[in-house]
């Protein structure tokens, strides 16, 4: 069973994650350069993609093309509590939020980093906390390294599936980088200023 970063102890995952099938995709090119990303609100799959997706038993987490896509037959675990959904970081939050009556029905929400320097899914993090208030498991997958802890916590995440070659106790230090951040952000909402007190002299 893999381990996973959650809250501030390494635990057994007894999730599955589900993944859509692998595709080579011809390089895009922008202003003459390659595009290294996925474009904000690009399609994840096709609908044939969606419909060859094998679902195991047990806890999982499907893609959101396959919850999308595949709704009726996934309710029933919704409503179990064995189901969770991801977005890549291309994938928008609305489209999560407008897909069901309420997003708190999902146990886990995962984002996925594709590259450590795709900082797209901090921001989609934060939305789902502070915009779409999700309370539940905020999972953070893909290219996740020790250095992106303290400031995935900041923006709402509360779990880390780390790459398999990091030290998970290490990684778990990571999450206090930092003492005592200068920002509001979603894990302390209040400035440094509003933090601390003075003594007036």
């Known amino acids: ?9 390494v635990v057994a995952d007894d999730w599955v994650l589900v993944r859509l099938p692998v595709k080579e995709e011809p390089v895009k090119k922008q202003a003459g350069k390659a595009v290294l990303f996925r474009l904000t609100g690009e399609a994840a799959a096709s609908a044939d993609d969606v419909a060859a997706v094998g679902i195991p038993g047990g806890k999982v987490i499907v893609p959101l093309s396959v919850w ?12 179990a509590g064995i189901l969770g959904v991801w977005l890549d ?10 897909g069901v009556d309420d997003i708190n029905r999902f146990a886990v929400i995962a984002i996925n ?11 989609v993090g934060r939305l789902l ?3 779409y208030g999700y309370r539940n498991e905020l999972r953070a997958i893909g290219e996740v390294l020790r250095d992106q802890l303290f400031f995935l916590r900041r923006c709402g995440f509360d779990a880390y599936q780390l790459c398999a070659h990091h030290d998970m106790q290490d990684a778990l230090a990571g999450l206090k980088d930092f ?13 440094l200023f509003r933090r601390t007190t003075r003594n007036a002299a």
């Not at 069973?1 to 102890?9: N, Q, V």
């Not at 980093?113 to 921001?123: L, N, T």
């Open 129 to 131: 906390r502070e915009r």
């Open 1 to 9: 069973m893999a381990k996973l970063i959650r809250g501030d102890a």
């Open 113 to 123: 980093f594709p590259k450590f320097i795709d900082g797209r899914g901090y921001s």
């Open 68 to 79: 999308l896509g595949r709704r009726p037959e996934l309710e029933p675990r919704l409503q």
């Open 179 to 191: 003492s005592d951040p200068y920002q509001a952000a979603v894990d302390d909402p209040r400035p």
């Open 89 to 98: 970081s291309f994938e928008e939050p609305e489209a999560l939020a407008a």
